[in-house]
């Protein structure tokens, strides 16, 4: 029996979880939760036991000084709790951590008991992925379910996914067993530039967030975080021919893609979204990282990028699969699309968010 000292009863909490590593391309996911805990000074109350579900020789402790004397930070999941104050209160559980190297269905087990003890209402899994989207245009974010119910009422997608997964999707099918209602949202993140930071998909997760559980959430210089990105990438894009040419390759599949989206009924949705914001509803104003109603990321698993020193490698390198070696060293141009077609290929395991189990 899990037993909180010190914690207040909740109000209509809701549990939002990110997990370095495998499902967190671009640190994006990861850094959501950090802003999370930060803009709203969450207080830790709980911590898992490092030596239960993490090697050390993949997630190695550091060690650090503290006025002289040496201390030890151990690769853990750490909770935290965070009131969101307003017309309409609400509590955030917040579950930072690195995805565990061992025993993941205990792992799940004990941040359900937690979720169990203090009332969870919902528990909203963030992850990111690599994928071929174009960091031009905004950041694709798809939210699927296990629960049948919680997508027709929450308009999400109901997951297919057959295939390899990460915690993501374990915690999520523990959670549809355990009779807790589960979301996870997916930012997917341009493969040809996918080293963190990512502000642009971390804003766009968190534009999702807000709206799918009511609340306006402080983005501090975020925004601002994103456009420098952008304007960043902009310049070492426009310095490699091969890598503009492909970037507009990526414009014009993902343009086409979404010409069916540009009904009345899906510019009216967006621009009752604007309004909400402007006037102080849900949800910040429009910017850089703002989801597209219905795209779709693309293929490759998300996770940790390699440094590199310059530009070239930097827009190119891209984290090797989970079981393999190597990563491409140049992007492969997709075939332009029929009009009316898709460009998303076929998600690889544990990726497509649009039909998977943690995606």
């Known amino acids: 029996m899990i037993e909180l000292e010190g914690v207040p009863e909740l109000i209509d909490p809701v549990m939002v979880a990110a997990f370095e590593g495998w499902n967190d391309a671009g640190d994006a996911a990861s850094t959501a ?29 550091t060690v650090w000084l503290d006025g002289g004397v040496r201390k030890i930070t151990w690769p853990t999941t750490r909770l935290s709790v965070v009131r969101v104050g307003g017309e309409k209160p609400r509590d955030l559980v917040l579950v930072r951590g690195i995805e565990p190297s061992m025993r993941w269905r205990s792992f799940c087990n004990e941040l359900l008991g937690f979720a169990h003890e203090l009332g969870v209402e919902m528990v909203v899994i963030l992850g990111a992925l690599l994928g071929d989207t174009p960091h031009t245009r905004p950041v694709p974010v798809s939210g699927v379910t296990s ?25 999520q099918e523990a959670c549809t067993h355990a009779g807790v209602p589960a979301v996870s949202l997916w930012a997917a993140v341009p493969h040809y530039v996918s080293q963190p930071p990512n502000p642009k998909a971390t804003l766009a997760l968190l534009n999702r967030l807000e709206d799918l559980i009511d609340l306006r959430i402080p983005l501090g210089e975020l925004a601002e975080d994103a456009r420098a990105w952008q304007l960043g990438v902009d310049q070492l894009a426009s310095e490699d021919s091969e890598v503009a040419e492909y970037v507009q390759t990526l414009e014009e599949a993902r343009d086409t893609a979404e010409l069916p989206e540009a009904s009345g009924e899906a510019i009216a949705r967006e621009f009752e979204r604007y309004l909400r914001r402007r006037d ?80």
């Open 147 to 171: 629960d049948p119910d919680l997508a027709r009422t929450m308009d999400l997608e109901e997951t297919r996914y057959e295939g390899p997964t990460g915690i993501v999707g374990i915690l």
């Open 280 to 359: 102080g509803g849900p949800g910040p104003g429009p910017g850089p990282g703002g989801t597209a109603p219905g795209a779709g990321p693309g293929q490759a698993p998300g996770g940790h990028a390699t440094e590199s020193g310059d530009s070239g490698s930097y827009l190119r390198d891209t984290p090797p699969a989970p079981g393999g070696r190597g990563g491409r060293t140049r992007p492969p141009k997709p075939p332009r699309p029929e009009p009316g077609q898709s460009s998303d290929a076929e998600p690889e395991p544990g990726d497509g968010p649009d039909a998977s189990e943690d995606d």
């Open 33 to 61: 939760v950090a802003h999370l805990d930060r803009e709203w000074k969450g207080e830790v109350f709980a911590a898992l036991d490092a030596e239960d579900y993490y090697d050390f020789q993949v997630n190695r402790p």
